[in-house]
């Protein structure tokens, strides 16, 4: 079964300035998704950012960026010029594409982003 | 993205009642829903796959016959939560696979179950 490690229960981030949230897995697969989900206090799952593992560029969607080492099984988040509203827990989450068709996701334990003015 | 609606968003029910939470998917059709578990300040826990016109598959250690899933349309999967006890209280939240995104999850915004 694959695992997804996040080691950082909280990280804290001034406005303006940039965090990196690392997320490991563990997986003996070659095809699969990987995903970022925010959870603000409201605890609405959003959708940040998603990578395909034959995909070597990394995905960018406007402040947020993924740096994403398939070798090293390693895909981090990074967070630029934050900004208050993205205070929140951030949820590193992989999917199979070989042995679920169904979109089963396994998620990390979590990293609670706090941003100061 | 796409919408996923969730209703009750919360619910207070005596102990021993029943109590149903709705899930939608407002602009697409989901063959595939999931209903996750969320303690404080945990992770989400997923308690079972529901997929539309079948019996859904439970993760081990969920008891099928307290938390009764039930996908009747591509459209809506609703969780009964059955005799509910206290140590049931805890945060539900549904999502469901868009397959015209890859089958990419939207999650509804979740209920929060109190039982007295």
């Known amino acids: 079964a694959q695992t997804v490690t996040q080691s950082q229960p909280e990280m804290s981030v001034q406005e303006a300035e940039t965090v990196t949230l690392s997320c490991t897995y563990d997986t003996s697969e070659s095809d699969y998704y990987l995903f970022w989900y925010k959870q603000p206090p409201s605890r609405q799952m959003i959708l940040v950012i998603r990578?395909?593992?034959?995909?070597?560029q990394n995905a960018t969607e406007n402040r947020f960026s993924v740096n994403f080492q398939k070798a090293a099984k390693s895909f981090s988040l990074k967070i630029s010029d934050s900004q208050l509203g993205d205070a929140a827990m951030y949820f590193c989450a992989y999917r199979s594409r070989i042995t679920d068709s169904w979109g089963k996701l396994q998620f990390g334990a979590g990293t609670q982003v706090v941003v100061t003015p | 993205g796409a919408v996923v609606s969730q209703h009750p968003s919360r619910v207070i029910c005596k102990s021993g009642t029943s109590v149903k939470i709705e899930c939608r998917s407002l602009?697409?059709?989901?063959?595939?829903m999931f209903w996750y578990r969320q303690f404080p300040k945990k992770s989400l826990m997923l308690m079972a796959t529901?997929?539309?016109?079948?019996?859904?598959?439970?993760e081990q250690g969920v008891e099928k016959d307290k938390f009764l899933i039930n996908h009747a349309s591509l459209t809506l999967s609703t969780l009964t939560v059955t005799s509910a006890h206290p140590e049931d209280s805890s945060f539900y939240i549904c999502?469901?696979?868009?397959?015209?995104?890859?089958?990419?999850?939207?999650f509804g915004a979740g209920t929060r179950l109190s039982v007295l």
């Open positions: 529901s997929n539309e016109g079948s019996k859904a598959t439970y």
């Open positions: 999502s469901a696979s868009d397959p015209g995104a890859k089958n990419i999850q939207y």
């Open positions: 602009d697409f059709q989901a063959t595939t």
């Open positions: 990578q395909e593992a034959y995909k070597q």
